[in-house]
């Protein structure tokens, strides 16, 4: 997506492994990070977000962290399991939602 | 509470005809957002309405294609003409009202892909 890159594009992970995820922004008027995440057949479903005054949030074995000042946020899932095989996708605020290019994560069994 | 609610799921259309997508916000929504997404791509925004208003059209080609959210009924994204490059899932999502820059979840439907024979 403009404005926002994310790496990796596919990520394959051991079960029970973690996966990372790396978002780069440009606006830096930017408050709003959220992740989706789009499993096959399906529209995007939010699973965590953050906003620009928290530097980490958790929720359960998903968790965010925001920079800032270097202008990047990473999504981290702990303990993966077979059903966090999905595409997830970053994004960042302006007047609507720019999205990354998405990361294809495989869990392997 | 429903979702958002697109029809239909699935449009096949000859090269040529006209396709028209239909979005249907959750309850107390105003707010309307489609995008279009490529086999195997990102999420590429298109339009940004509220009822009766559109605010940010930047993401949407000047021509063939259209979209409007009237004050009764559903959103429609209507694409003239289609050709095979339009083939593609169309996301629409709602939000409720806000001012200025989007702070909360987007709510998506499940999609319209649309294939051109």
């Known amino acids: 997506g403009e404005n926002v890159e994310q790496h990796p594009s596919t990520l394959s992970v051991q079960e029970g492994d973690s996966a990372v995820i790396k978002c780069t922004y440009s606006?830096?008027?930017?408050?709003?990070f959220p992740w989706y995440k789009q499993e096959l057949g399906k529209g995007p479903q939010l699973i965590i977000d953050?906003?620009?005054?928290?530097g980490e949030k958790k929720d359960q074995r998903i968790a965010v962290t925001l920079n800032k000042t270097a202008k990047h946020f990473s999504l981290h899932i702990t303990e993966t399991q077979p059903e966090d095989s999905a595409v997830y996708f970053c994004?960042?605020?302006?007047?609507?939602?720019?999205f990354g290019a998405g990361t294809t994560v495989t869990v392997r069994a | 509470n429903a979702g958002v609610m697109q029809n239909p799921r699935h449009l096949v259309r000859r090269r040529g005809q006209e396709a028209r997508l239909r979005c249907s916000p959750m309850?107390?929504?105003?707010?309307v957002y489609w995008y279009r997404q490529l086999p195997e791509e990102g999420l590429k925004f298109m339009v940004y309405?509220?009822?009766?208003?559109?605010?940010?059209e930047s993401g949407m080609p000047k021509e063939r294609f259209s979209a409007e959210f009237p004050k009764e009924g559903p959103s429609i994204l209507r694409i003239q003409q289609v050709v095979r490059g339009d083939s593609a899932a169309y996301f629409c999502?709602?939000?409720?009202?806000?001012?200025?820059?989007?702070?909360?979840?987007?709510?998506f439907g499940e999609g319209s892909r649309l294939t051109v024979l």
């Open positions: 994004a960042f605020n302006d007047y609507k939602l720019s």
């Open positions: 953050i906003r620009s005054n928290v």
């Open positions: 999502a709602s939000s409720p009202p806000s001012k200025g820059r989007v702070t909360g979840e987007l709510f």
């Open positions: 606006d830096s008027a930017s408050n709003y």
């Open positions: 309405l509220q009822k009766e208003n559109i605010i940010d």
């Open positions: 309850k107390g929504h105003s707010h």
